[in-house]
């Protein structure tokens, strides 16, 4: 061999090995998106099997045992095959991409292609009667005849189809899959006109191989979105679930978790805080009660005023409440969200005496959700307050007890709400 077929083939049987280990990781991981899974594997094994045929043609190319002539006819066959084959298991996995983001599966192009494409299988068939395609010399080397152009028109129009199908669906694709996809329908092309210049080196299968990786490599990223999404979910319904548990103890304040962090994420988006922030502020208003857990019924639940000392312990619960929450250390905006949210802007609340900018910005969202929701609800010896009541007592606080933009942004919300249905 020379030095090119022993490069060629050096780098058919690493492709062929990459795709295989691929194949592989993607087999592991195949619990989500099954259908996808599945698409993706066919991928990648059929760009193996294409790698080692590609491999083995160049190998056996000019070898004149009846191994290499056998070999030689049998690789170039399986060549062409699994080309299409490729581009098949190709367009399902990005139908099923584009369905999986909402975006048009186009079955008719979907179907052309599948027509295309069988057509050309049958084409290459009957190639190895007629030697259209490509024929063999006396040496056991294969060439191209003048009708090569009949079979790279079979390769060719399903490519087209494809990139049909995926500039129709741009928006929906993720830029990972935008690149993989490209590499797909730009790289055979490239290879092609190579071949044309420097006949007998194909880049082909080698950059199919890296288009695949970067599929793989969306596929693993859309896994790990997934994952995530569904470990914040879970974290969400914990959550949710233990603020229930906190309010199922005070009849007069049942919801009143659900309702103050249903309020501090109106006030997050009013102010346009990230998405990221705004979800935070809801996690910490739903658990900002938690300690009351820590503080006995009949203070808890008593329906006349308290004492000093009674209000002495219900005052604890901010403290409590930090205790119960410090050891979730991946989330410590919980335990200050619990500590601080009666806090006052002036300084004058407690546990700590914080007061302005000390006060972290989403404790000080609580701060006002909680105090408009307490305003707002039924209570034993009252009924929720008039809209008017409620709204002059924000503005006379803004400054004192509220954060003043805070204070400012619940106002808004407020004149937004002609039909007042923001209470209990």
């Known amino acids: 061999m020379g030095v090119t077929q022993c490069l060629q083939v050096t780098f058919e049987f690493w492709s062929a090995i990459f795709s ?15 259908a996808g899974s599945l698409y993706l594997m066919a991928l990648l094994l059929t760009n193996a099997t294409l790698n080692v045929t590609e491999a083995m043609a160049y190998y056996y190319r000019g070898n004149l045992t009846l191994t290499g002539y056998h070999m030689v006819r049998i690789s170039n066959f399986s060549v062409f095959l699994c080309n299409y084959l490729l581009l098949l298991f190709l367009l399902f996995y990005i139908c099923r991409v584009i369905e999986r983001n909402g975006g048009n599966e186009s079955r008719k192009l979907k179907h052309a292609a599948v027509s295309i494409i069988a057509a050309g299988i049958v084409l290459l068939a009957l190639s190895r009667v007629f030697d259209f395609y490509y024929a063999f010399d006396e040496s056991n080397r294969y060439y191209r005849l003048n009708t090569y152009w009949v079979m790279l028109l079979f390769t060719e129009a399903p490519l087209m189809i494809l990139a049909n199908l995926i500039f129709s669906n741009w928006q929906s694709l993720k830029n990972i899959e935008k690149n993989g996809f490209l590499m797909f329908i730009i790289l055979p092309v490239v290879g092609i006109i190579v071949q044309l210049f420097v006949y ?3 880049v082909t299968t080698i950059t199919d191989t890296i288009a695949l990786f970067t599929v793989f490599v969306s596929y693993e990223l859309e896994y790990s979105d997934h994952m995530i999404a569904k470990e914040r979910k879970m974290l969400s319904q914990t959550i949710r679930a233990f ?8 009849h007069y304040t049942g919801s009143h978790s659900e309702r103050v962090a249903k309020y ?9 805080l990230s998405k990221e922030t705004t979800r935070r502020v809801y996690q910490m208003a739903l658990l900002h009660d938690v300690g009351k857990i820590g503080v006995d019924d009949t203070v808890l639940r008593k329906t006349t005023p308290l004492s000093p000392d009674e209000y002495s312990k219900i005052k604890t619960h901010a403290i ?3 205790e119960i929450l410090r050891n979730i250390t991946e989330m410590p905006e919980l335990a200050r969200g619990a500590r601080w949210h009666h806090e006052r802007y002036d300084g004058k609340g407690y546990p700590d005496g914080l007061g302005g900018s000390a006060i972290p910005l989403e404790v ?3 701060g006002v959700a909680d105090s408009y929701d307490a305003m707002t609800s039924n209570r034993s010896y009252r009924r929720y307050l008039p809209q008017e009541v409620v709204r002059a007592e924000i503005k006379r606080n803004a400054g004192t007890q509220f954060d003043p933009q805070v204070a400012q942004c ?6 937004e709400d002609t039909g007042y249905t923001l209470h209990e």
């Open 200 to 202: 007998g080196v194909s």
């Open 320 to 322: 409590k409440g930090s």
């Open 264 to 272: 501090a994420r109106m006030l997050a988006r009013r102010m346009k």
């Open 20 to 34: 295989l280990i691929t194949a592989l990781c993607v087999y592991v991981t195949r619990q989500y998106d099954a």
């Open 410 to 415: 619940m106002l808004e919300i407020m004149d």
């Open 243 to 250: 603020a229930r548990t906190i309010d199922m103890r005070d």
């Open 364 to 366: 000080r969202i609580i």
